[in-house]
């Protein structure tokens, strides 16, 4: 079918004006190496820079490209979410467009769900430990360890940001999440092992980029994600 989609990438944005040109001509040198068919969603988060101009400019150069763009910012998840349900690719992923996991990976992940072996695949970070990763890798961790403990994610790196989905499976799973940041990611983990959905992983490397600010903030983000783990195994326990 010349019109057969097989993947889509979504790559959700927020003030990547730096890196941007940069990292989407490396996805796309991947993608276009991987002799798959597919479609690139950027999705803007209202970001203050020149983000949403970058995005323009490469979908007018990619006839593949195409774009939403958030009035407000959302957050993380809501983007994903929403590029998911743009999608037309039988096999619809995302990945942080820092590029502190490598594109290289796509293609198999990708293959996973559209040769049927799954209908999940998840990216598991290894991090190569410096002094600088010590704390993130500590509670990543920690996080997992935790999220296991109070929802049974059976140790999956349920916040990783490099994840592929079966489109037709993940959309009812869509309709039950409710937080809209980086908390998503676990939310739509937990609700899609609860369908029944089989879950892939692969373990991918992360290399820390020292050279853009990360939107992950530690005094912001750990408390919000502890009271959102009780409030969810809350919920859960409330729908059993």
Same mark, same amino acid.
């Given at each position: ?126 991090? +190569? ?20 403990? +109070? ?19 993940i959309l009812p799973v869509l ?60 919920? +859960?326990?409330?729908?059993?």
């Amino acid at each position: 079918m010349k019109n057969k989609i097989d993947l889509t990438l979504i790559l959700p944005c927020y003030r990547e004006a730096r890196i941007f040109n940069e990292n989407v001509t490396q996805i796309i040198d991947v993608l276009n190496l991987a002799r798959l068919s597919f479609e690139i969603i950027f999705v803007d988060d209202k970001s203050p820079d020149d983000t949403v101009q970058l995005i323009k400019k490469a979908c007018k150069k990619y006839s593949f490209c195409q774009a939403l763009y958030h009035t407000i910012n959302t957050g993380r998840g809501r983007a994903v979410s929403d590029g998911i349900k743009a999608a037309k690719g039988t096999c619809v992923g995302y990945i942080d467009i820092d590029l502190e996991v490598s594109p290289v990976y796509i293609p198999f992940l990708a293959r996973q769900i559209l040769l049927g072996k799954t209908d999940i695949a998840i990216g598991n970070r290894l991090y +190569l430990t410096s002094l600088q990763d010590i704390p993130r890798a500590i509670l990543s961790q920690g996080y997992k360890w935790l999220s296991n403990q +109070l929802l049974g994610t059976k140790g999956l790196d349920t916040e990783s940001g490099y994840k592929f989905f079966n489109r037709k499976k993940i959309l009812p799973v869509l309709g039950k999440t409710r937080h809209q940041h980086w908390f998503w990611d676990t939310e739509v983990m937990v609700y899609a092992n609860r369908a029944g959905l089989r879950i892939a992983v692969v373990p991918v490397l992360f290399l820390r980029r020292t050279d853009k600010e990360s939107t992950v903030n530690m005094l912001r983000d750990i408390p919000d994600y502890l009271v959102s783990l009780w409030r969810f195994r809350t919920r +859960l326990e409330k729908e059993n």
